[in-house]
T-cell receptor, first 114, second 111 residues
Framework: AQSVTQPDIHITVSEGASLELRCNYS??????LFWYVQSPGQGLQLLLK??????LVQGIKGFEAEFKRSQSSFNLRKPSVHWSDAAEYFC????????????FGKGTKLSVIP | DADVTQTPRNRITKTGKRIMLECSQT?????MYWYRQDPGLGLRLIYY???????NKGEISDGYSVSRQAQAKFSLSLESAIPNQTALYFC??????????FGDGTRLSIL
């Protein structure tokens, strides 16, 4: 079955440190890939997306993600984390042409130490 | 004003009651979705609709029903609520397979 896996349930980093959140997918073709962020009491906000083309995509709030077909990964990165980045992050994917359902990973909760 | 509005934001009710959660959007999108979120499980799709005359079951539709009253309105009903339907519910919209846009959620507690 098609799936999206976020291996890390909870990550803690110090403010100012770099961040990488992992996401792996299991699809035969190149999926459409997304990263969302959810702050407490809020809905999900789109950070960035990848459909095709340049495999390094830039998003809002200083985030970027790199699509690596050979590793079936779409990891989210930020060079310097701010306390306001503490939230839960979700990777999601459509399986490509003809797909109707967005499949979400189970999320990674990010805590930031001042 | 929010593009995707969910009402109510919070609801506490008793087992066996009928509950309706409402969603309206001003984005002009044809596609609308209902998800539930449980801790550690991510978001799971309940129902989705590609236009007013199109309703489809998602991954976990049992115990739920929906109504697409207009392009901008999509409601979710629990005919006879049970405690394991306690969750955070989200409505979302999209254009085709583009990015989905989410409301702020409805926190539903069933006692």
């Amino acid at each position: 079955a098609q799936s999206v896996t976020q291996p890390d349930i909870h990550i803690t980093v110090s403010e100012g440190a770099s961040l990488e959140l992992r996401c792996n997918y299991s699809y035969g073709a190149t999926p459409y890939l997304f990263w969302y962020v959810q702050s407490p009491g809020q809905g999900l906000q789109l950070l960035l997306k990848y459909f095709s083309g340049d495999t390094l995509v830039q998003g809002i709030k200083g985030f970027e993600a790199e699509f690596k077909r050979s590793q079936s990964s779409f990891n989210l990165r930020k060079p310097s984390v701010h306390w306001s980045d503490a939230a839960e992050y979700f990777c999601a994917a459509y399986s490509g042409a003809g797909s109707y359902q967005l499949t979400f990973g189970k999320g990674t909760k990010l805590s930031v130490i001042p | 004003d929010a593009d995707v509005t969910q009402t109510p934001r919070n609801r506490i009710t008793k087992t066996g009651k009928r509950i309706m959660l409402e969603c309206s959007q001003t984005k002009g999108h044809d596609r609308m979705y209902w998800y539930r979120q449980d801790p550690g499980l991510g978001l799971r799709l309940i129902y989705y609709s590609f236009d007013v005359k199109d309703i489809n079951k998602g991954e976990i539709s049992d115990g739920y029903s929906v109504s697409r009253q207009a392009q901008a309105k999509f409601s979710l009903s629990l005919e006879s609520a049970i405690p394991n339907q306690t969750a955070l519910y989200f409505c979302a919209t999209s254009e085709n397979r583009g990015s989905q846009h989410f409301g702020d959620g409805t926190r539903l507690s069933i006692l």
